[in-house]
């Protein structure tokens, strides 16, 4: 599974609610100026393998991460 956002103008924000893919991948692309999270319902990704790229300046938020095998985070952003 695949997941792209961004959120670049002035208070704009992309929050999503848990990702399940049990015995796939979940790969979140997120980008922005402005906050990109998984915060809703209990915020967590759960999958086989799991990899989170973030770049731009805005927050991120993730709450829970359960990944079985492999958990990979670039991050190519100014970290606060």
């Known amino acids: ?3 792209t956002a961004s959120a670049n103008d002035a208070g704009s ?3 999503f ?7 796939g991948s979940v790969t979140a692309t997120l980008s922005g100026t402005q906050e990109v999270s998984f ?3 209990s915020g967590q990704i759960t999958a086989d393998s799991v990899e989170i790229t973030r770049s731009g ?4 938020t993730i709450d829970a991460i359960d990944a079985t ?3 990979t985070v670039t991050i190519t ?3 606060r």
Do not use: Q, R
């Open 1 to 3: 599974m695949t997941i």
């Open 13 to 15: 924000f992309v929050k």
């Open 17 to 23: 609610d848990d990702v399940v893919n049990t015995f």
């Open 39 to 41: 915060t809703e319902g």
């Open 57 to 60: 300046s805005g927050a991120t």
């Open 69 to 71: 095998t492999t958990l």
């Open 77 to 79: 952003a100014p970290v």
